[in-house]
């Protein structure tokens, strides 16, 4: 840490003003054109590439409909593309692994609003506003000794 020396309060003032600059977000891509960008929730972990295209989505080399049946699970996942009115603009390609169908939906929609950000990094102020660049840590309590679960204890018998 550099030291300088303030003699006067307009030393101050611009000290302050050069420190409090919000830093700058760059696109970054890969030698393909493609965003890369990691997203977790639970014990979930999803690779997600996005890249220019006709809204074709692939999981774990299936297609989108089939690996996440359930439409609420596809309804999380759209939801930062419909939030940047992206949808149908990009391709992804999604490597998923670990969790439930549930904890890997979120872990997608956490890996795409971020690929999303380092493709364009003006749609970043929208995706924060709606929380979907914040990793939810939430995850399973574990067991603890003396208890039948993490929390639950045995039932009580005073006979």
Known sequence: MAETTLSSLADLNQAAAVAS??????QKLDKYGRAYATGKRKNAIARVWIK???GKITV??????????RPVLRMIIQQPLGISKRTGQYDLVVSVAGGGLSGQAGAVRHG???ALTYY???L???LKREGFLTRDSR???RKKYGKRKARRSFQFSKR
């Open 52 to 54: 220019p295209g006709t």
């Open 21 to 26: 600059e919000a830093p700058k977000h760059v």
């Open 120 to 122: 364009e990094p003006e």
């Open 139 to 141: 995850v399973v309590e």
């Open 112 to 114: 795409l609003s971020k």
């Open 124 to 126: 970043r102020a929208a």
């Open 60 to 69: 774990n080399g299936r297609e989108f409909d089939v690996y996440f049946a």
